[in-house]
Structure formats: structure tokens, C-alpha cells
């Protein structure tokens, strides 16, 4: 079994920053790679930001120069860096790993999400 927890969501004003975390555990032979998605209720989920294992790392256009992704990889974690946040911004985040199994077989797994409001 495979446990991805999101954490650091919240509310904060336009222009401000958050960062949210996400970690991966359980059994897992190494992580391919981590992403973030958001998704607004009644509109289809949206890539945000993804970190491959080798440090490649990839932005929608929407958050280039404003968002940072990050990975700590000894500890199987990402961060996500988001400064100068606007009100669209606001969103359910959901961190998704992507895990190299004990068979060489790479499987997806998703966390439960952590809500980010911005507001005034």
C-alpha cells in the first residue's frame, strides 16, 4: 500500500503565498515522479506542476514565474512554491506520485487533496 498526504493549504489574499507539501510512503521500490493538479467543483481536474525523478520539471502556462516545484527525494517528497496567487488560483490541489512497484511496474497514486482559497 501506497499513502500520499497533501498538506499546507489555506486561505490567503491575492498577491500573497502558500507552499504545499506532499509526501509518499509505504511500499514502493522508488518514485518516478510527483505532480500537483487542481480542480474547481464542476470543472474538469487541471495539471499544475510535475517533478520527474531526475529533476526535469514541467509547469501549465497559467503558473510559470509564479509557482515552483521542488523534490526532496531522499525523502520521497515535493513541495509546490506559489507566490503572487490570484483569486482563479483558488482550487482543491491533489498531489499525484507516480512509484516504480517491486516489479518494475509504475503505478499512480493520488492524495486526498488540501483546499486553497484565495481571497480578500
Known amino acids: 500500500q501506497v499513502n500520499v498526504v497533501e498538506s499546507g493549504g489555506g486561505l490567503v489574499q491575492p498577491g500573497g503565498s502558500l507552499r504545499l507539501s506532499c509526501a509518499a510512503s509505504?511500499?514502493?521500490?522508488?518514485?518516478?515522479?510527483m505532480a500537483w493538479y487542481r480542480q474547481v467543483p464542476g470543472e474538469q481536474r487541471e495539471f499544475v506542476a510535475l517533478v520527474v525523478d531526475d529533476g526535469t520539471t514541467n509547469y501549465t502556462d497559467s503558473v510559470k514565474g509564479r509557482f515552483s516545484i521542488s523534490k526532496i527525494s531522499a525523502r520521497n517528497t515535493v513541495s509546490l512554491q506559489m507566490n503572487s496567487l490570484k483569486p482563479e488560483d483558488t482550487a482543491v490541489y491533489s498531489c499525484n506520485t507516480v512509484v516504480w512497484d517491486f516489479w518494475g511496474l509504475r503505478r499512480p497514486y493520488w492524495g486526498q487533496g488540501t483546499q486553497v482559497t484565495v481571497s480578500s
Open positions: 509505504g511500499g514502493f521500490s522508488s518514485v518516478h515522479n
